[in-house]
C-alpha cells in the first residue's frame, strides 16, 4: 500500500529564520523562569514542532512512505495554504491522513499532558487518533500525563480546527504536552521524548495503512 499512500506533515506555527529571528506570534513562545530551551529561557513552540516533524518525515522516508510537508521550514505561512496544499495532492497524487504537530499552552502555566484532536462526531480521523493515542500510551504513558474524552468511547477531543474541517483526508491534530509548564517544557526538550513520539507517529501511520 506504501505505493499508493501518503502521509501529510504539518508542522504548526513558524520557525527560526536564517537570521535566528523566530516568525510566529507571541503566544507560541515562552520565557520560563530557569531552563535552557531554545533561546536561554525561551521555549518557541514552532520550532518545537518542527524537530518532531522532520524526525516523523526522516522515519518515513527510511520506510519508503511518502511523505510531504506542507508547512515551512520556517515562515507561518497560512493555513489556508497548508490545507490547499495537502487537498491539492490528495485529490491529484495519493490519497493520504494530515497530521498537525503542535505543543499546547494553558496561560496559566499549571497543565500538563497529552491530547490529540480531531473534528466533532464519527469521522474516519477517529481511527487514526484512537491509533495514536495507544501508541503514544505505550512508549511514554508511564511518563507523562494523558488528557482524553471518553464520552463518545475512545479518547481523542474534537473541536473545529482549520485543519480538521477544511481537509478533505482524515486529520489529526496532536498537542504534544503544554510548552508553558516547566516540567512539560523540559520534557519535550528530552531527545529520547521527542523519539518516542516520533516513533509512535510512525507506527499511527502503519496502524492505519494496515487497518
Same mark, same amino acid.
Not at 504539518?10 to 536564517?18: F, I, T, Y
Not at 535552557?36 to 520506510?63: I, S
Given at each position: 500500500?506504501t505505493? /499508493?499512500?501518503? +502521509?501529510?506533515?504539518?508542522?504548526?506555527h513558524?520557525g527560526?529564520d *536564517?537570521n535566528g529571528?523566530?516568525?510566529?506570534?507571541?503566544?507560541?513562545?515562552y520565557?520560563?523562569?530557569?531552563?535552557n530551551?531554545h533561546?536561554g529561557?525561551?521555549? @518557541?513552540?514552532g520550532?518545537?514542532?518542527?524537530t518532531?516533524?522532520?524526525? +516523523?518525515a526522516?522515519?518515513l522516508?527510511?520506510?519508503?512512505?511518502?511523505?510531504?510537508?506542507? =508547512?515551512?521550514?520556517?515562515v %507561518?505561512i497560512?493555513? #489556508? @495554504?497548508r +490545507?490547499?496544499?495537502? /487537498?491539492?495532492y490528495?485529490?491529484? !497524487?495519493?490519497?493520504?491522513?494530515?497530521? =498537525?504537530?503542535?505543543?499546547?499552552?494553558s496561560?496559566s502555566?499549571?497543565?500538563?499532558?497529552?491530547?490529540?484532536?480531531?473534528?466533532p462526531?464519527?469521522?474516519?480521523?477517529? *481511527?487514526?487518533?484512537?491509533?495514536?493515542w495507544n501508541n503514544v500510551?505505550?512508549?511514554?504513558?508511564s511518563?507523562?500525563?494523558?488528557r482524553?474524552?471518553?464520552? %463518545?468511547n475512545?479518547?481523542?477531543k474534537e473541536a473545529?480546527?482549520?485543519v480538521?474541517?477544511r481537509?478533505?483526508?482524515?486529520?489529526?491534530l496532536?498537542?504534544?504536552? !503544554?510548552f #508553558? /509548564?516547566? %516540567? #512539560?517544557?523540559s520534557?519535550?526538550m #528530552?531527545?529520547?521524548?521527542v523519539e518516542r513520539?516520533?516513533e509512535?507517529?510512525?507506527?499511527? +501511520?502503519?496502524?492505519?495503512m494496515?487497518?
Amino acid at each position: 500500500m506504501t505505493e /499508493n499512500f501518503c +502521509v501529510f506533515l504539518d508542522a504548526g506555527h513558524g520557525g527560526l529564520d *536564517k537570521n535566528g529571528k523566530y516568525t510566529t506570534a507571541p503566544s507560541k513562545m515562552y520565557q520560563h523562569s530557569q531552563g535552557n530551551f531554545h533561546d536561554g529561557h525561551f521555549f @518557541y513552540e514552532g520550532v518545537w514542532n518542527r524537530t518532531l516533524t522532520n524526525r +516523523v518525515a526522516a522515519k518515513l522516508d527510511k520506510l519508503g512512505i511518502s511523505n510531504i510537508m506542507v =508547512s515551512h521550514e520556517y515562515v %507561518d505561512i497560512s493555513l #489556508d @495554504y497548508r +490545507v490547499d496544499m495537502a /487537498n491539492w495532492y490528495y485529490r491529484n !497524487f495519493r490519497k493520504g491522513i494530515y497530521i =498537525s504537530n503542535h505543543a499546547n499552552a494553558s496561560g496559566s502555566g499549571a497543565a500538563r499532558g497529552f491530547e490529540v484532536y480531531t473534528s466533532p462526531g464519527p469521522t474516519a480521523s477517529d *481511527k487514526i487518533a484512537e491509533f495514536h493515542w495507544n501508541n503514544v500510551k505505550d512508549l511514554l504513558g508511564s511518563r507523562i500525563s494523558m488528557r482524553a474524552d471518553t464520552s %463518545d468511547n475512545d479518547h481523542d477531543k474534537e473541536a473545529r480546527f482549520f485543519v480538521l474541517t477544511r481537509t478533505v483526508m482524515p486529520a489529526m491534530l496532536v498537542e504534544h504536552l !503544554f510548552f #508553558d /509548564n516547566y %516540567d #512539560d517544557a523540559s520534557l519535550l526538550m #528530552d531527545d529520547e521524548i521527542v523519539e518516542r513520539f516520533a516513533e509512535a507517529q510512525v507506527r499511527t +501511520v502503519i496502524n492505519f495503512m494496515n487497518s
